[in-house]
């Protein structure tokens, strides 16, 4: 295989056919989406924090409790900066799929399809389908979706990755000790 540096043609290849769907214009018959996940902790206070004065900083314990890990799967349309977002116990292959059938029902054009950039874990693919729902209903899901890949080792193409870091920023840089309020917190 031919090679630039590091970079392999295979890797060129699929870096260009992503950019360029970024390119294209908005089409609301076939609108991109962008979908991505990333695992977070739930994490407690041991005791109740000093509430904020004027002028002083926040003070936090520095002991926590973990109450376990769950994940937040988003999917988010550049053209129109809309967004979709989940929080699951886990993020596996089901949950995947349950998430895909959500935004197509909730986002998929009538007579269109839903143009989806992903990086390549081995859950996003439209196999996860036919291990959730019934051979019929995964085909039929299937044809909802154009899947397109992010090269390996190249996540950072994804613009759901850009979603994730702001959501870390703004919302996931405090404790959070249960699910629902992280969900809520998403949400908002």
């Not at 089901?94 to 989806?116: E, R, S």
């Not at 950039?117 to 859950?123: A, F, K």
């Not at 840089?173 to 949400?187: K, S």
């Amino acid at each position: 295989m031919w090679c630039l540096g590091k970079l392999t043609t295979a890797f060129l290849w699929q870096m260009e056919a992503i950019l360029h769907l970024y390119q294209l214009p908005y089409d609301p018959m076939r609108p991109l989406w962008c979908f991505d996940e990333r695992p977070c902790q739930l994490i407690g206070d041991t005791l109740v924090p000093l509430p904020l004065e004027p002028g002083k900083p926040l003070r936090q314990n520095y002991e926590y409790e973990r109450h376990g890990v769950c994940s937040v799967l988003i999917a988010v349309q550049p053209h129109t900066g809309q967004r979709f977002a989940q929080v699951r116990e886990r993020r596996t292959a089901l949950d995947y799929a349950d998430f895909m059938l959500a935004l197509a029902t909730a986002h998929c054009p009538a007579g269109g399809k839903i143009v989806l950039v992903q990086d390549n874990l081995n859950t996003h693919t439209p196999a996860a389908f036919y291990q959730a729902f019934s051979p019929e209903c995964a085909f039929a899901l299937m044809q909802h979706f154009d899947m397109h890949y992010t090269p390996k080792k190249a996540s950072w193409l994804n613009l759901a990755e850009i979603e994730l870091s702001v959501l870390a920023k703004q919302c996931l840089d405090r404790r959070i000790p249960v699910m629902a309020q992280l969900q809520r917190e998403v949400d908002a």
